[in-house]
């Protein structure tokens, strides 16, 4: 096993982290034509052997955010907070908050403002990188967005089926799921959490607890998680980001979970029953022993995260497990010495076109915003300094939430509106 962390070790990883978080900041879209609506865009990735790219989406921004406010929250550089607001822009215009939209309000759509979906599982992304950049700035509209996402989450709600999968507005209507439960899609609960630790409004907790309870229906004895409950019910799923790796049942298995774990975390926090951290513990004994694979690229950064949040909560000492798999799986593919800004300091593994992106190549030809923002929050939690922020159940820090608590004291409450 490796050696116990140094303070130079620590100090090591920070520079790696902030490394990531400049990426986001020189590569998002800024220089353009004056009627160029991309500005303020961070990149869903860029391939680097012909400095092409594809502009961000939701989820792509609240993950920005996500790595943006763990380095402003340590380092106070204006930088990333001054990134992080131009970014939040591009959100804000993905979130059409008209009130005559009763049923949808809160929705965040998924890539354009004028499109009609709103896919759930990335606007909960998009909602937490606003509560976390809440928490940096006690901007009150950070907290008004975040929270009227929340909202929408919860008054969709169904006991029956759980959250809704997406939303449109032409017409205005939520959609279900369709399929058997789905792991994964129950991280939507993410801001759901964050929302409730700034506010202390209880309405979420049944909303969270009941996502919690529906990934646990996945986890299979040995502790590793399928990503849907009945696995009879769909045929094998091909490789890609998420799951796919491995021969028979394994095929099912999720790699990336999409931190899914904050959610069963913060049930336990909620009620402290043990049977949401007994679970969480076999499913980190299970990502030790059988993880990591070369691919997904972007799961190690994910597993880690799990790995040391996980240890966290229960009180264990897992980092060597961590460092033991860092250099291999995590440094090897960060983007240094390239002498193009529009790479350097992220991470490289592209896997949701199979072995590549849109422009072809291999996939470490790509630096992309899911492999880069796992990274960069296993290197922030390893630095001693940073958590993760949006996919933690830590948010910002210990502590932190009481502070942001006490600005909402001057934020006016979302009242429901009767229609």
Known sequence: MSKAL???????????????????????????????????????????????????????????????TDAYHITGDSRYLESAELGARYIRALQPLDPYYSVTHGAIVERFPHENFAGTL???????????????????????????????????????????????????????????????HQAIAIPLWHCY????????????????????TCQREDGGIYAIQDIRAME????????????????YLLRNDDGMVVVVLAAYKLTGNVKYLDAMVRYGEWIMKNE????????FGVQANNVLD????????????VLDHLQKRCL???????????????????????????????????????????????????SGKGTGTGFSVFGLGDGIDRVARTRTDNVAPIRKRSH
């Open 6 to 68: 140094t303070n130079k070790d620590r100090e090591q990883y920070l520079k790696h982290a902030l490394l990531a978080a400049d990426w986001f900041v020189n590569s998002q879209l800024k220089n353009l034509l004056g009627c160029d609506a991309n500005l303020g865009r961070y990149l869903y990735y860029y391939y680097m052997p012909e400095k092409k790219y594809v502009p961000g989406i939701n989820w792509t921004h609240g993950r920005a955010l996500f790595v943006l």
């Open 122 to 184: 990335d606007g909960a992304q998009a909602a937490s990188g606003m509560l976390m950049l809440y928490h940096s700035t006690g901007n009150p509209d950070y907290l008004r967005r975040g929270r009227a996402f929340c909202d929408f989450i919860t008054r969709s709600w169904r006991p029956d089926v759980g959250m809704p999968r997406h939303a449109s507005f032409y017409p205005e209507q939520v959609y279900y799921p369709g399929d058997p439960v789905d792991a994964i």
């Open 332 to 382: 090897d593919i960060q983007a240094r010495k390239t002498g193009d800004p529009m790479a350097e300091g992220g991470f490289r593994g592209e896997d949701e076109e199979g072995n590549a992106g849109i422009f072809g190549g291999k996939a470490l030809d790509y630096v992309v915003t899911r492999t880069t923002c796992y990274m960069a929050g296993t290197l922030f939690r390893l």
């Open 292 to 299: 990591p694979h070369v691919r997904p690229y972007n799961a």
């Open 197 to 216: 630790n700034i506010t202390g409004e209880g309405r979420y907790v049944p909303v969270i607890l009941d996502a919690a309870d529906r990934i646990l």
């Open 236 to 251: 094998a799923l091909p490789l890609n980001h998420h799951w796919g790796l491995g021969e028979g049942n394994d095929r």
């Open 310 to 321: 996980i240890a966290k909560v229960a009180g264990k000492n897992w980092t060597p497990w």
